[in-house]
């Protein structure tokens, strides 16, 4: 089933490198997108569910500004997940901090193979009581 979103090109452009490209060939923001998307002609997404990006996007279209406490520990996940992929770095930061005070950590791994996921695991840095692994190893899938 798809899901359509009405986004602002601004956030994606402003926080990513990954959509800096995507949207505009270019590696830093403020550039003009190189096409312009409309509701009967729009940017086909396929690499996301679209329940996870809706939680994604709430980070940015948030009724009350700097309000997380409506997402739990596996929206964190799933909002990670995506940063990490999309290269929002100052959206993977705040995912961090909040599974940290949920008692997570972040353990990020470089693996050989075609993947880039996120698996919640037992524990190996002993300072918190559960891991979430990153793993990616820079393939395209």
């Known amino acids: 089933m798809q899901a359509k979103f009405h986004v602002h090109a601004y956030f994606f ?43 994604f996007l709430r980070v940015f279209y948030n009724t009350r500004y700097g309000d997380y406490s409506f997402f739990s520990k596996f929206d964190w996940i799933d909002i990670l997940s ?17 599974l940290g005070t949920m008692g997570y950590g972040v353990v990020e791994r470089t693996c050989g193979v075609h993947c880039t996921r996120i698996v919640d695991d037992e524990m190996i840095d002993r300072s918190y009581p559960n891991q979430v692994y990153l793993i990616s190893c820079g393939h395209e899938i």
């Open 82 to 98: 995506i940063a990490h992929k999309w290269e929002f770095p100052q959206v993977k930061t705040l995912s961090k901090r909040y």
């Open 13 to 55: 452009t402003r926080e990513s490198v990954y959509w800096q490209q995507k949207l505009t060939g270019h590696n830093e923001p403020h550039h003009p997108l190189s096409k312009r998307y409309t509701p009967n002609d729009p940017y086909i997404i396929q690499d996301v569910d679209s329940r996870d990006l809706r939680k």
